[in-house]
């Protein structure tokens, strides 16, 4: 077991393509790995509870780019400003208008990734294709003073049908080519596509991610 998680670390750097961002998912982990991880060249990771992350940030080298991945709830939206790199998980327009005010507020620009629902039953959070996709064309994010959009973060179903998971990695990659390829938008630095964790990643690079966020796969399973 010495150094499980580093040498975890270096076998999917050698796995995954360059140009793919690999975000270490360090939630309902302790401080200890993180730095075994970090030990190993690691500087992105990603974590879905404000209270942890807010706790593991002072007891982090300063160089780690956190980003926020899980369901943010809109009281704790103040005490996130100005802490991560991305939030990926911005699932309605309500909690995007608050991140903006916020950072407008604390003088910060908050650069996020829309999270699209394309998985059938899972969560009940995120943006429907359709929605996200009128949500651009109709031009409502030009209201945003303080907060950068920079692509679509997404899950697949929860299932061992492969056909369905690749479907629906392909789904969000199609929604985001959509978006990104519609030059009257104007978009800018609009590049990213989240998709894929420990168990389905490949078939998520296969279908055009370009971050991948990786958690029991380098740290082993998590203790609820
Ligand atoms: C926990 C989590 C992950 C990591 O999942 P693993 O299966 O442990 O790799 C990825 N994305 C989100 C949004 C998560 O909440």
Redesign the pocket.
């Known amino acids: 077991m010495e150094n499980r998680i580093g040498k975890e670390i270096e076998q999917l750097r050698k796995e995954i393509p360059s140009g793919v961002t690999l ?1 270490a ?1 360090s ?2 982990h302790p401080v200890e790995a993180v730095m075994e991880a970090y030990d190993a060249g690691q500087r992105c990771f ?1 974590e ?1 509870r404000v209270q942890e992350l807010l706790a593991k940030i002072p007891e982090c080298p300063q160089d780690i780019r956190w980003h926020f ?2 369901h943010l709830q809109t009281n704790k939206v103040r005490a996130l400003i100005g802490r991560t790199a991305l939030i ?2 911005v699932d309605s327009e309500r909690l995007l208008e608050l991140i903006d005010v916020e950072s407008r507020k604390a003088g910060v620009v908050t650069r996020v990734l829309m ?1 699209l629902h394309v998985a059938r039953e899972e969560t009940k959070f995120g943006f429907l294709p359709e929605e996200l996709l009128e949500y651009f064309r109709e031009h409502r994010f030009e209201k945003l003073t303080n907060t950068h959009i920079c692509g679509v ?1 997404g ?1 697949a179903s929860n299932t061992d049908d492969m056909e369905r998971v690749a479907s629906d990695f392909a789904e969000i990659r199609r929604v985001f080519d959509q978006i990104a390829s519609d030059s009257s938008l104007g978009l800018r630095g609009f590049d990213t596509v ?1 998709m ?6 490949p078939l998520a690079v296969r279908n055009g991610s370009t971050m991948v ?7 082993g399973e ?1 203790n609820y």
Do not use: A, L, P
């Open positions: 975000v998912v939630k309902f990603g879905s991945i899980g990926e998980s999270q973060m899950m989240s894929g964790m420990s168990h389905d990643w966020r990786i958690g029991t796969r380098i740290f998590r």
